[in-house]
């Protein structure tokens, strides 16, 4: 889940309106990743604020150890108003910078939260309007029934 240009985007980018965070094997991440590759090659890729934003984590363990209760509360204040630096967000959630900074540097690794810079300061926003995330639970034996909670 890294990122090439260590996280740093735009705010003035086009971003999907609905980051969708789901669970799913490798090959099911490939297999999105061509199929989206192929729509941008025929000219039939969405964009803007009808393109899709997924990450996608390999197991309902690896999203815990990523999406923890604090992370969450860091993500949603983020997305209520951008923070000019990791210690006004923190600032904002009562939380010391050292403990912040680990949790940003997890949610930017995960694609979930980007940083801009501003001059000196590196500037924090989570540029999606709504985050959808979903666990699909299948029996051991990979039946029909499935349960997704949301």
Avoid at 107 to 131: C, M
């Amino acid at each position: 889940m890294k990122h090439d240009n260590n996280g740093m985007e735009s705010e003035n980018m086009e971003y999907p309106d609905t980051l969708r965070v789901e669970i799913g094997t490798t090959e099911e991440m490939f297999e999105d990743a061509i199929a989206t590759a192929e729509a941008y090659e025929q000219g039939t890729a969405e964009t803007g604020g009808d393109a899709e934003a997924v990450v996608t984590f390999e197991s309902v363990d690896q999203l815990r150890k990523v999406l923890t209760d604090r992370r969450i509360e860091l993500i949603e204040d983020l997305m209520a108003a951008p923070a000019e630096s990791i210690s006004q967000l923190a600032e904002r959630v009562g939380r010391t910078y050292s403990v912040v900074h680990d949790d940003v540097d997890i949610l930017v690794a995960a694609g979930i939260v980007k940083r801009r810079e501003d001059g000196a300061a590196t500037g924090l926003f989570v540029p999606y309007e709504s985050i959808e995330i979903g666990i699909t639970l299948r029996a051991a034996g990979g039946g029909d029934g499935e349960e997704t909670v949301a």
